[in-house]
Nanobody, 126 residues
C-alpha cells in the first residue's frame, strides 16, 4: 500500500526559507500527480501547489506564486516544496497528496486526490 510521509517543517522567521519533502512508498509513484495543501488553525484546508507526473505541469495558488516552488524526483519517490520569503500567514500544517490515476481536471481541489500524508507543521514568526 502506498504511503506518503512529509518532513521538513519547523519554525522560521519571516523572510526565511524551508524545504518540505514528501516521501512516497510504492513502485508506481512516477505516475502520480502530486499536490501540496495546507491548513492553518481555525481555517479550512487550502491548495498550495501541484505537479504532474513528469513535472511538465505545475500549478500554484496565487498566495504562494513566485515564492514557492514544487518539484519531484521520480527516481527517489520524492516531492518537494521549496518555500522562500515566508510570511506569518504561511503558518499551517502542510499536507502532501497524490492522485494515483491521472492529472486531475481541478488540481487545486481536495477531492482530486485520493491519498494523503499526515502533515508537517510550518510556523513563521514575525
Amino acid at each position: 500500500q502506498v504511503q506518503l510521509v512529509e518532513s521538513g517543517g519547523g519554525l522560521v522567521q519571516a523572510g526565511g526559507s524551508l524545504r518540505l519533502s514528501c516521501a512516497a512508498s510504492g513502485r508506481t509513484f512516477s505516475r502520480f500527480a502530486m499536490g501540496w495543501f495546507r491548513q492553518a488553525p481555525g481555517k479550512e484546508r487550502e491548495f498550495v501547489s501541484a505537479i504532474s507526473w513528469n513535472s511538465g505541469m505545475t500549478y500554484y495558488a496565487d498566495s504562494v506564486k513566485g515564492r514557492f516552488t514544487i518539484s519531484r524526483d521520480n527516481a527517489n519517490n520524492m516531492v518537494y516544496l521549496q518555500m522562500n520569503s515566508l510570511k506569518p500567514e504561511d503558518t499551517a500544517v502542510y499536507y502532501c497528496a497524490a492522485n494515483q490515476r491521472h492529472w486531475p481536471v481541478l488540481p487545486n481541489t481536495q477531492n482530486a486526490y485520493d491519498l494523503w500524508g499526515q502533515g508537517t507543521q510550518v510556523a513563521v514568526s514575525s
